[in-house]
């Protein structure tokens, strides 16, 4: 399976091209496999007098202007070193059309590709999301160490390769169902009881916010009309605002018999660099849902016990022999 990634720019005239910057790609011979081999080649642009913003960003856009490589020989070069696999992956499933679109470009015959993998697909899938998640948050997610700029072709097509242990044939075969013609963000769904005003608990000290996060205690609040424990498996930072010694969390728990609320947590660092504050249930005011629902998708924190679950279960589906 070849890993490709692709950096191009669009320009500004109306010839209809994104052209084609670098080609990166890496070999895998399985999800999550080794890497067999690298390809690499920075292209000499041509086709557009000039560089779009993101063109503009792109930390090796200097080796593109000084090669004297065109399209046509780096293509050639990546046929040779693709060597007849016609198994092709990337972060987004629109790379190997971009290619083809930069051959009929210059009337070269298009790269074969009998099987095109989308890896963010299946990544958002093995996650239980239908967020498109940016390669570089997925990284940190999975604690890849981000030792190499992103938006250079290799480097992302190295990442990409990487987080490929993270997914199991399962998440690659599966497909999103279309989506509803209206997206709304989705409401926290809580109850509508009223209960008595919930005492705030004391929490840490804690080195970082996010061992707070994670820590069990913090994790188990209490319905606020039985008594019974909830469980949180993910918090949502509010917006900032107040200030970097201050953190505030948002999370959702339920009650089998009272349905869902939320539970807020406040941590503020002493001078001694530890974090604590207070965690507590809210009564769901406008204002509060407001606070929780501003958080976006991306900024949402994973309790690690719920990473590891996931993880743990994607090893095994990607391993026939278990
Ligand atoms: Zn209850």
């Known amino acids: 399976m070849i890993v490709l990634d692709l950096e191009w720019n669009r320009g500004y005239d109306t010839k209809p091209l994104n052209e084609i910057l670098q080609i990166g790609a890496v070999r895998l011979d399985r999800l999550g496999g080794p890497v067999l081999s690298t390809f690499n080649a920075y292209i000499k642009p041509v086709v557009h007098k000039r560089f779009d913003p993101g063109a503009r960003a792109l930390p090796e856009l200097k080796a593109s202007k000084e090669s004297s490589l065109d399209f046509a020989g780096a293509l050639d070069a990546f046929r040779t070193w693709c060597g007849g696999d016609t198994a092709f992956a990337g972060w ?147 917006a900032p605002g107040c200030g970097d010694r201050t953190r505030r969390y948002h999370a959702v728990f339920s009650c089998p018999e009272h349905g869902r609320f939320l539970c807020r947590m406040t941590l503020a660092q002493g001078a001694d660099g530890q974090w604590q504050g207070r965690r507590y249930v809210p009564a769901a005011t406008p204002e509060v849902v407001r606070e929780y629902s501003a958080a976006s998708e991306e900024d949402v924190y994973i309790c690690k016990g719920q990473q590891k679950r996931r993880k743990r279960r994607s090893r095994r589906g990607s391993d026939p022999a278990s």
């Open 92 to 238: 987004g499933g629109g790379d190997i059309e971009s290619l083809n679109e930069n051959c009929r470009y210059w009337g070269l015959p298009p790269v074969e590709a009998e099987e095109v993998f989308d890896f963010q697909r299946a990544f958002s899938h093995a996650l239980g999301t239908d967020r498109q998640l940016a390669l570089w948050w997925a990284a940190g997610y999975c604690g890849v160490p981000d030792v190499f700029d992103y938006h250079d072709a290799l480097n992302d097509a190295m990442y990409t390769a990487v987080l490929s242990a993270w997914l199991t044939p399962e998440d690659l075969a599966w497909r999103p169902e279309p989506a509803p013609p209206k997206r709304r963000r989705p409401s926290p769904r809580l109850s509508k009881l009223p209960f008595p005003q919930q005492p705030r608990q004391k929490t840490g000290p804690f080195p970082t916010p996010e061992d707070a996060l994670d820590a069990w205690e913090n994790r188990r609040p209490c319905c606020p009309l039985c008594g019974r424990v909830g469980i949180v498996a993910r918090w949502r930072p509010a």
